[in-house]
């Protein structure tokens, strides 16, 4: 079983930056491949960033590109999402997630265990 609880949400002005970090209980985290989701109010849920059990890979989603960056430090058991020049549209609760496989996943269903969420308000 593995523990993740998100931090770093909050109310931020446009065109200003976050840090969202992800911390996971257990002593496998280096081998799980880790994601970032989001869902803004009233939409699905939608992948954001991957990145491979050693961090030496990474993924984002297309529209994400640029703005998102996907990091870990598994001496930390911590991934990290730094978003910057952040837009209204950002505003969304953002879940850190675990997959058993070590790899890339941008499907919900790739993942097997999930935070409870940070909120990210953006104003304008």
């Known amino acids: 079983q593995v523990q993740l609880v998100e931090s770093g949400g909050g109310l931020v002005q446009a065109g200003g930056s976050l840090r969202l970090s992800c911390a996971a209980s257990g002593r496998t985290f280096s081998s799980y491949g880790m994601g970032w989701f989001r869902q803004a109010p009233g939409k699905e849920r939608e992948f954001v960033a991957a990145?491979?059990?050693?961090?030496?890979?990474?993924s984002y989603a297309d529209s994400m590109k640029g703005r998102f960056t996907i990091s870990r430090d598994n001496a930390k058991n911590t991934v990290y999402l730094q978003i910057d020049n952040l837009k209204p549209e950002d505003t969304a609760v953002y879940y850190c997630?675990?997959?058993?496989?070590?790899?890339?996943?941008?499907?919900?269903?790739?993942?097997?265990?999930w935070g409870q969420g940070t909120q990210v308000t953006v104003s304008s």
């Open positions: 990145i491979n059990r050693s961090g030496g890979s990474t």
């Open positions: 997630a675990a997959g058993l496989r070590g790899g890339l996943g941008s499907y919900e269903r790739w993942y097997a265990y």
